[in-house]
């Protein structure tokens, strides 16, 4: 019975990258000497892992790809030799040798075998990350990084976070031919419905487009007789009789613009009110986004000809109708109190919104200036206070702004959660730091 190799093909391919092994008298399984030149170039698509590697061979120099496996049979059982992509695998290294490997004109694929030439020290490093149960696998060798390379990793990953939600705006701005106005507003009330109602609002400013919005930008009343409409909160009253005459004449105005604009309007279930504070709900939500599209007109020119974040903070300090100072929810009366956009709100709406959109408008527009500004901005705005954050907090990190915190909560995510210390530049200097 073999014994299973307690680690994976990207543990070998990290290994072979960074020469973490012993290539001093290298030799094939045929006994041929081997000198690596260069190792070649990572392959993240279909293919060879490696490609573009120099390798003498009994003498000959030899260019073309590196195939690497934890056994020299799983070449078959991918079966790569019927794949014309590896016709040019100059090498095969494997962690065990189990079965010579045939190119198709009968010649051997050269194999070289790593077992017993890799240090155990990476071994042991790498199986504690795998094996580790916590949610970041390192904490117990985090303290052994120093701070100047976390921070450079970190600033790395600020950008790579820009860039995934590029991705995804990206996409949205192809499917409107690149209407920045539309797409910024659809993400704006994404944002708007924070965690318990995004989906809603996606929803609603799907189907109510802003084009409609802004035919009736300057009549606030009509603008929150579309938005609540829109939304199935007057639709639920189906034509009953209200005590709340705001109620009623809001419902009133809806049916006429829903059938002018052929609006049909979502399930006003969608909406979730609990476990949040009252000054969440979406009824407060939907009344400060009415106020926000009345306030201004081509939000994102405005977004971006804005050059201090005072400015861009203020554009979200809305003043809500009298009405929704005695009420949370529509027909509902409460005790008088103004309602505000929290300051957090604003800084997150900064955050999710504003600074990944300068940021895809720089990539887009090839100007670097609209990406420094989204960074920059990100600076300006206070740490967010989560539970991801207070992990790192806790393993001695200390965020002082939006930027830090980003680059945490992108480590955490997208790394950690995936085990993907390999590819971490912690993780790399934990498996690579010289032994005491
Ligand atoms: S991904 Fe990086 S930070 Fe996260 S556990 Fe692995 S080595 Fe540590």
Known sequence: MTTPIPFSEAFLHYIWQFKLFDFKDLKTVDGESIELIRVGRQNDHAGPDFSDARIRIGGTLWAGSVEIHKKSSDWLVH???????????????????????????????????????????????????????????????????????????????????????????????????????VVFYQF??????????????????????????????????QLEALLFGQAGFLFELNGEEVEDKYLQKLEKEYQYLAHKYELIALNASSWKFGRMRPANFPTIRL??????????????????????????????????????????????SSSHRKKRLGSKTIDLILINTIAPFLFVYGVYKGEDRYKKRALELLQLVKPEVNMVVAQWQNLGM???????????????????????????????????????
Not at 124 to 133: F, G, I, K
């Open 79 to 181: 079966q790569h030799q019927k794949d014309k992509a590896y016709k040019n695998t100059i090498l095969h290294v494997v962690y065990e040798h189990d079965q010579s490997i045939y190119r198709a004109d009968g010649t051997t694929v050269p194999t070289l075998i790593l077992k017993n030439k890799i240090p155990n020290q990476y071994i042991e490093r790498y199986w504690a990350l795998e094996t580790n149960q916590q949610s970041i696998p390192c904490e117990q060798q985090f303290f052994e990084v120093s701070i100047h390379l976390k921070k450079m990793w970190l600033d790395r990953l600020v950008v790579e976070r820009l860039e995934d939600k590029t991705a995804e705006i990206i996409t949205c701005l192809e499917q409107t031919q690149y209407n920045w106005e």
């Open 188 to 221: 704006l009330a994404r944002n708007f419905g924070m965690k318990q109602n995004t989906s809603a609002f996606e929803a609603l400013a799907q189907s109510l487009p802003l084009m409609v919005l802004a035919k009736h930008k300057q009549d606030l009343f």
């Open 287 to 332: 009344a400060q986004f009415a106020v926000l599209i009345h306030q201004s007109s081509h939000l994102f020119s405005k977004i971006l000809a804005t050059q201090h974040v005072v400015d861009c903070k203020k554009m979200f300090h809305l003043e809500l109708n009298g009405y929704w100072d005695t009420h949370y929810r529509l027909g509902e």
């Open 398 to 436: 200390k965020p002082h702004s939006a930027y830090d915190t980003q680059g945490l909560i992108q480590l955490k995510n997208k790394y950690c959660r995936a085990k993907r210390c390999l590819s971490c530049a912690i993780g790399h200097k934990i498996l690579q730091r010289s032994s005491s």
